[in-house]
């Protein structure tokens, strides 16, 4: 496609549970809000309505604040987050702060890595990112979004999944929700030996054993070439 220069990927996405409730409604009290205020519903968030809220910070350490129960060695946890006058923002673990994920939003970068936190930063339209921040840990913890001192970002769907990466946004209301597994699947071709996937970020998975029903890998296929 000359007007698509990207080639298109399958996205296919495992089960995953959006752990935070309430994930776009900040006013409510599951999330801390320590020396920081929420103004409710303010922007046009990324889903194009007027839900998104504004994060001040109204002192050192300023910032949004969860609880998490972890059950699992990595998660995930994410959030849409657009530029108000705060030209950072960190996904932070308030219960141990070295690990930490700085971002830049007027550059769209991962400025700094803290701990055993790992970040991804995504540009979307209006401004609009999502930054996530993979951490390992065997304990409960508690995580916050963080703008500089005194200054504000914009927030929007917030989401933790037991995962070592971000998947596609959850929302959420005040119960956890759950997206079923993606599956696609064909009947093999007579003759074939070899299937190799090729992922987005060019890595492969080559598969011997063939089934007499291929289902495609969960993750961001670019390529399936049957030999």
Same mark, same amino acid.
């Given at each position: 496609?000359?007007?698509?220069?990207?080639?298109?990927?399958?996205?296919?996405?495992?089960?995953?549970?959006?752990?935070?409730?309430?994930?776009?409604?900040?006013?409510?009290?599951?999330? *801390?809000?320590?020396n920081s205020t929420i103004t409710s519903f303010v922007s046009i968030?990324?889903?194009? @309505?007027?839900n998104a809220s504004l994060l001040t910070?109204?002192?050192?350490?300023?910032?949004?604040f969860r609880f998490a129960s972890w059950t699992t060695t990595q998660r995930t946890i994410s959030f849409f987050v657009k530029k108000d006058n705060s @030209?950072?923002?960190?996904?932070?673990?308030?219960?141990?702060?070295?690990?930490?994920?700085?971002?830049?939003?007027? *550059?769209?970068v991962v400025i700094? @890595?803290?701990?055993?936190m790992t970040g991804v930063i995504k540009s979307y339209s209006n401004n609009w990112y999502r930054i996530s921040a993979t951490h390992t840990a065997t304990v409960s913890q508690t995580f916050g979004l963080k703008p500089?001192?005194?200054?504000?970002?914009?927030?929007?769907?917030?989401?933790? @999944?037991e995962n070592n990466y971000?998947?596609?946004?959850?929302?959420? *209301?005040?119960?956890?929700?759950t997206r079923t597994n993606d599956v696609c699947s064909i009947t093999t071709p007579l003759g074939v030996t070899t299937i190799t996937e090729t992922f987005a970020d060019n890595t492969t998975?080559?598969?011997?054993?063939?089934?007499?029903?291929?289902?495609v890998s969960n993750g961001l296929i670019k390529k399936i070439i049957m030999n």
């Open positions: 496609d000359p007007l698509n220069p990207e080639c298109p990927s399958l996205l296919l996405e495992p089960t995953v549970t959006n752990n935070f409730t309430y994930s776009e409604d900040y006013s409510q009290s599951v999330w *801390t809000k320590s968030s990324p889903n194009g @309505e007027l910070s109204t002192g050192s350490n300023g910032g949004l @030209e950072t923002v960190q996904i932070y673990n308030a219960s141990s702060s070295t690990n930490n994920v700085v971002f830049n939003l007027d *550059t769209g700094s @890595e803290g701990g055993s500089e001192t005194l200054k504000s970002v914009y927030v929007w769907g917030g989401q933790m @999944e971000v998947t596609s946004y959850v929302p959420t *209301t005040n119960t956890i929700v998975n080559v598969i011997t054993s063939i089934p007499t029903t291929y289902i």
